[in-house]
C-alpha cells in the first residue's frame, strides 16, 4: 500500500509543476507529463528513485530545462530525494494533449485554446490566404483578424478583435 | 548551445523578490537565469543504433541535417532587430529557435555516435568538417530574400522530414528511431514555418511594382542553390519527390504571380558542394562569429 501512496504523491508533485511560459497552467495541465514511477528503497527508507518522463513541446523549447530542474526541486523538497527526468520524443507532443482543465484555465486567462490538431496521413498541404482567427476571448466577437503567426512564444499566435480593439493570444494547433 | 536568455517567474517558486529565484541553486551553480542552463536534449532516450545501420553513415548524416539547422538559424538570429515590424521579430526568433532546437537533437545524435558534445561539433569545427547545404548559409540581402529563401529551405526540410518520419504516403520513415522521432517533431514546426514563408512571399509578389520586383530578384538570386538540395548523398536516409517540392513552390508562385526562374543550379567545386565541406564565402564569416567566444573561453560557463 504503502508504494501506491507514494507513487500517488510523487504523481501530484510532479503534475503540479508550472509551465514557465505559461504559468497558469501545470505540466500535467500541457500534457507534457508523461509517466512518474516510484521505485521504493530498502527497509530502511534510503534508495527510494522517482522516474519522471516529459515530452518537449516544441523542439526548441528553452522551458523543458527549466521544468526538468523545476521537478528535481519539488521533489526533493516532498522528500524524493533520487529523482531521474527523462525525456521521451515520439509520439510528438500535439495540443489535443491539453487537458479539459488546461483548456479552461487557457480561457479564463485570455489565451484562446487550439482547435484540434490536424489528423494527416499524407504531406501537410499548404495553407494560403488570410488565416483563420478564433474569437475574442474578451467580447466573445467573431471579427477577429491575425497580427502575427508566432507570439512571444513559439506555441501562441497573436490577434486583434475588430470589435473591443483588444490584442490576444492563441495556442497553436501541433 | 544556449538558448535563449528570457527572465521568468515560476509561480509557487516566487517569493517576494525576483532575485530570490535567481539565487536559487537549482543546478550546481550553473544557472542564473531562465534558459542558461543546458543538458543533453536527448536525455534518457535509448540512443542505441539499429544493428543494420552503418553508425558512422548515420552520424555523418545526421551532423549534415544538424548543420543544416545550426547554421540557418545563426543567419535568422542576425536578422533580428532588423525586421520591418515587430511582428516579424517575434517570428523570425521563433522560427531560428525552433531551428536551433533540431540543430541540439542532431548534433547530440551525430556527436552520441562518434563520442563528442553538441558544443564540441558546434563550436570546435573547421569551416570543411561542416556539412550544410549551401543555401543555408546565405547572407540575406532585404526581406525578400528572408522569406524567399525560407519559403524553399522549409519547404524542402518539411518534405525531407517528413520522408525520415515516415509520414509521407510513399516512405516508411527513417531506419533509426531517434532520428525518425525528431523528424516527426520537427516537420510540425516547419510545417508553420513554411506558411509564414509563403504567405510573405504571395503578400510581396502580389503586393506594389517595388515590392514585386525585389521578390522575383531575390527568386533569380537564390534558384541556382536549390539544386543542391536534391543531390542527396550515400548516407541519406530520406528523400524529397523534386515533383512534390515543385508542386508547392509553383502553387505559390502563380498566386503570388512570380516568374519561376530559369537559372541554372550554381556550380559544385571539382563535384564538391557544402554537404563535402566545400561552401561559399559567407561560411567562414558565420563561423568566426558564431564560434568566437567559445573558442576565446573554452569550457566558460556563466
Redesign the interface.
Known amino acids: 500500500m504503502t508504494v501506491v501512496t507514494e507513487q500517488g504523491m510523487a504523481w501530484d508533485v510532479v503534475a503540479?509543476t508550472?509551465d514557465?511560459?505559461l504559468?497558469?497552467l501545470t505540466i500535467g495541465d500541457l500534457g507534457i507529463l508523461r509517466s512518474v514511477h516510484y521505485f521504493p528503497g530498502r527497509e530502511n527508507g534510503t534508495g527510494g528513485e522517482v522516474v519522471v518522463?516529459i515530452t518537449?513541446t516544441?523542439?526548441?523549447?528553452?522551458a523543458l530545462?527549466?521544468i526538468?530542474?523545476?521537478v528535481?526541486?519539488r521533489l526533493t523538497r516532498a522528500g524524493f530525494p533520487g529523482v531521474?527526468?527523462?525525456?521521451?520524443?515520439?509520439?510528438?507532443?500535439?495540443t489535443d494533449w491539453i487537458t479539459p482543465a488546461g483548456r479552461r484555465k487557457l480561457a479564463k486567462s485570455g489565451i484562446v485554446p487550439p482547435p484540434r490538431a490536424p489528423q494527416?496521413?499524407?504531406?501537410?498541404p499548404?495553407?494560403?490566404?488570410p488565416?483563420p482567427s478564433p474569437q475574442c476571448p474578451r467580447c466573445g466577437s467573431a471579427n477577429t483578424e491575425l497580427?502575427?503567426?508566432?507570439?512571444?512564444?513559439?506555441c501562441k499566435s497573436?490577434h486583434r478583435c475588430n470589435e473591443c480593439g483588444e490584442p490576444f493570444e492563441a495556442v497553436?494547433a501541433? | 548551445m544556449r538558448a535563449w536568455l528570457t527572465l521568468t517567474t515560476h509561480a509557487d517558486d516566487f517569493d517576494g523578490s525576483p532575485y530570490d529565484l535567481l539565487a536559487q541553486d537549482h543546478d550546481a551553480g550553473h544557472r542564473w537565469a531562465f534558459g542558461t542552463g543546458f543538458t543533453d536534449p536527448l536525455e534518457g532516450i535509448d540512443t542505441s543504433v539499429p544493428d543494420a545501420l552503418d553508425p558512422g553513415a548515420l552520424a555523418r548524416y545526421c551532423l549534415a541535417l544538424g548543420d543544416d539547422a545550426l547554421i540557418y538559424s545563426h543567419r535568422l538570429q542576425q536578422w533580428v532587430a532588423h525586421l520591418p515590424e515587430l511582428e516579424e521579430e517575434t517570428a523570425v526568433a521563433n522560427i531560428a529557435l525552433d531551428l536551433l532546437g533540431q540543430a541540439r537533437m542532431l548534433l547530440a545524435r551525430a556527436g552520441g555516435i562518434i563520442g563528442q558534445t553538441e558544443d564540441e561539433l558546434a563550436y570546435f569545427r573547421t569551416e570543411k568538417e561542416f556539412r550544410n547545404v549551401r543555401l543555408a548559409e546565405h547572407a540575406d540581402r532585404d526581406f525578400a530574400e528572408v522569406v524567399v529563401r525560407l519559403l524553399m529551405f522549409s519547404t524542402w526540410r518539411l518534405a525531407l522530414f517528413e520522408s525520415l518520419a515516415g509520414l509521407g504516403s510513399s516512405s516508411a520513415g527513417a531506419p533509426d528511431p531517434v532520428l525518425a522521432a525528431i523528424a516527426a517533431k520537427g516537420a510540425n514546426e516547419l510545417a508553420y514555418h513554411r506558411d509564414y514563408a509563403a504567405s510573405w512571399v504571395v503578400r510581396l509578389g502580389d503586393g506594389t511594382p517595388l515590392s514585386h520586383a525585389k521578390t522575383q530578384a531575390a527568386l533569380d538570386a537564390l534558384w541556382p542553390l536549390l539544386g543542391e538540395l536534391f543531390r542527396p548523398g550515400p548516407d541519406a536516409l530520406g528523400t524529397v519527390d523534386p515533383g512534390a517540392f515543385d508542386a508547392v513552390i509553383d502553387t505559390v508562385l502563380a498566386t503570388a504571380g512570380l516568374d519561376r526562374p530559369a537559372a541554372a543550379p550554381l556550380a559544385a567545386v571539382g563535384g564538391r558542394a557544402g554537404r563535402d565541406g566545400v561552401h561559399t564565402e559567407a561560411m567562414g564569416y558565420i563561423l568566426a562569429e558564431l564560434q568566437s567566444v567559445a573558442r576565446a573561453y573554452p569550457g566558460a560557463t556563466w
Open positions: 503540479s508550472p514557465p511560459e504559468p497558469m518522463t518537449p516544441y523542439s526548441g523549447c528553452p530545462r527549466e526538468s530542474a523545476d528535481r526541486s531521474t527526468v527523462r525525456t521521451q520524443l515520439s509520439p510528438a507532443w500535439t494527416r496521413t499524407g504531406p501537410v499548404l495553407t494560403l490566404g488565416a497580427t502575427a503567426q508566432f507570439s512571444a512564444t513559439a497573436l497553436k501541433l
